[in-house]
Each structure stands twice: as C-alpha cells, then as structure tokens.
C-alpha cells in the first residue's frame, strides 16, 4: 500500500528533478560519496572581509579536533561579538566543518558574529559518544579562549543542520547537565534527534528514493550506535531520549513537511514546551530534508533563512526592534 505524503513544495519540485536521488547507503557507497570534493569555502569567503584561522583542540584519545574560527575582519575588538558555534550535516557518516558553512556565515555578515565550526569525527569509524563529546570539547574551547577570539561569552549560540542538528541538542544537554559553558540559545535546523525511527514521517518517506530516507537514517544510526541496544543509548546521542528537556536555552527547530524528521521535530519542540522552555517551531511546507542548503534560491529557502536570522536577532539583539 502507498503511503499518503505531503506534497513538495512546486518550486521546490522542479529543483529536485534534476538532482540524483538515493533510496538506500551502504559501506561502498558512503566510501564513494567521502570522495566527493568537499565545500569550496573560499568561494563564499571571496566577497567578504574575514579573518580565517584554523586550530586544533587536544582530546583524550584521537587526533586533535579540527576547528575553523571565522571572524569579522577589522571588527573593534574592544566589543565583543556573538559566536555561532556550529555543527554540520551529513548523517554522522560524512561531510566536514566547512558543510553547509555558507549558512553561520549569514550571521557573521548580519550580526557581526564569531563563526566557528567543530571537524567531529565521524561514524563507524567513531561511534557512541565520540562525536558528541568531540563537538563539547570544541565548545568549551570557545569559552574558553572567548575573550582572545572576540566572543561574548554570554551571547553563544550552538547550531547545527542534520546531523550537526541532533549534535547541537546533544551538546546543549550535556553542557547543562554538566553546568558548563553557559549557552545563550541552540538553532537546530532539520535535526537528526531520534535513533528509533519510528514516527509517522520517518514511514512516510520510506522505500523510495529520496534526499534522505528511512533507511539512509537507519543506516547512518547504525554506523554511530554499533552494537548498542536500545536501553544502552545515551540521550546526548539521540537526544529524543531525554526523560528531562527543562533548563534549556532558548531553542529554534524547523523542518519540512516533507521529510524523515518533521515528527520527531516538532515532538522535541513539544517537551520543551511542555517542560516549561521556550521554544519556536517552523514546519515548512512541502520542504523536504534540507530543502534551504540544498537549494537558497528557492522562495521557501529564502523564507526559511532569513526567518532563522530575524529569531536570531530577538536573540542576540533583544533591545532592537527586529
């Protein structure tokens, strides 16, 4: 029996037919996609005046954690700016600190902020808590050198699309559960939170091709959780799992209509809600999984950054009238 979905978005539609689709990854093709050239940052950098340092954040076992700074340049550093902390996509399988930067760097032009994006390491070959943990590490770094990097410690905003969406939350969690460093909001944009795949979305887009799928998320939870059963998952890996959302900060989830995520989403949203925090859920319709880094030129694309900005300035700005 054909499943009923929600209808992509027209524009959107047009787009996507000329894009190739995959219904299902595996070990040989994730190894093909790794080889795929990785984001020309430069190109998106070309036009704008930025300082780029790049360091690496020591951690227990493993190499060190890779971290891109990415700074106004000329910025009066006797006033410190926001930083975006970010986290990228790519099914914690793939993709790398500079996935998906062009959409941080929309927020170093509006706000003046301090980009830094964390290189976690990625599944098989880290599994459980690794990629969280590498994505905490590199968080506390920022705080830690907040005052050389020009950051405001009180305005750090923890981000992430994908993937980096569900690491964001995860990081959020452990940083409150361990009472450091102070998070002023997370931006969790289509986020991977659940491992169960269970939700009447995730069935939806099932057994077909797609931009992301049912199984495609099977496999890239597999790839991350091993061996684990379900009672042995930690909710700062799948943080759908968290009995307890209170003591978050301020919080931004959207998705679309059309894709895996939207239930889990919009659910998370929903206990945050619930457990007294402030959250602010956008369910784009007919937008499938990352319908906006896929293709900014759309109308809905554009509707749906430049929403993400203005939620951002209330934020950041809370005394402007934005």
């Not at 040989?28 to 300082?51: F, G, I, K, N, Y």
């Not at 930083?83 to 998906?100: A, I, K």
């Not at 590498?134 to 994908?162: F, K």
Request: hydrophobic share 40%; glycine share 8%; proline share 7%.
């Amino acid at each position: 029996m054909t499943t009923a979905r929600p209808d992509l978005d027209p524009e959107l539609r047009e787009l996507l037919a000329d894009m190739p689709l995959m219904s299902q990854l595996s070990p040989e093709v994730l190894a093909q996609l790794r080889r795929l050239p990785s984001t020309p940052v430069e190109s998106l950098l070309a036009h704008r005046q930025v300082d780029w340092r790049e360091v690496t954040v020591p951690v227990k076992a493993g190499a060190p954690i890779p971290l891109s700074v990415f700074s106004p340049a000329n910025a009066d550093r006797t006033t410190a700016g926001p930083c975006v902390y970010w986290m990228h996509g790519g099914g914690m399988v793939m993709g790398d600190r500079f996935s998906q930067i062009d959409i941080p760097l929309e927020w170093l032009d509006e706000f003046g902020a301090v980009v830094v994006s964390v290189d976690y390491r990625l599944a098989p070959e880290a599994t459980s808590t690794t990629l969280v943990d590498d994505c905490y590490q590199g968080l506390l770094w920022v705080a830690e050198n907040s005052a050389e990097q020009g950051i405001d410690p009180a305005r750090i905003v923890v981000a992430g699309a994908s993937a980096g969406g569900g690491l964001a939350a995860g990081v959020t969690l452990l940083a409150r559960d361990l009472g450091t460093p102070a998070i002023a909001a997370q931006m969790l944009i289509c986020p991977m939170l659940d491992h169960r795949n269970t939700s009447a979305s995730s069935r939806q887009y099932s057994g077909g091709p797609g931009v992301w799928t049912r199984e495609m998320n099977e496999f890239g939870w597999r790839c991350v959780l091993g061996d684990l059963t379900d009672d042995e998952v930690p909710p700062y890996v799948s943080p759908a799992l968290a009995d307890d959302l209170s003591g978050l900060p301020t919080t931004y989830i959207d998705a679309g209509s059309a894709e895996v995520f939207r239930d889990e989403d919009a659910d998370y949203a929903t206990r945050i809600w619930a457990a007294g925090g402030q959250a602010e859920l956008h369910v784009w319709a007919g937008g499938f999984h990352g319908f906006d880094a896929l293709y900014p030129q759309a109308r809905i694309s554009a509707t749906a950054r430049r929403t993400r900005t203005d939620w951002l300035a209330r934020v950041l700005r809370p005394d402007s009238a934005a």
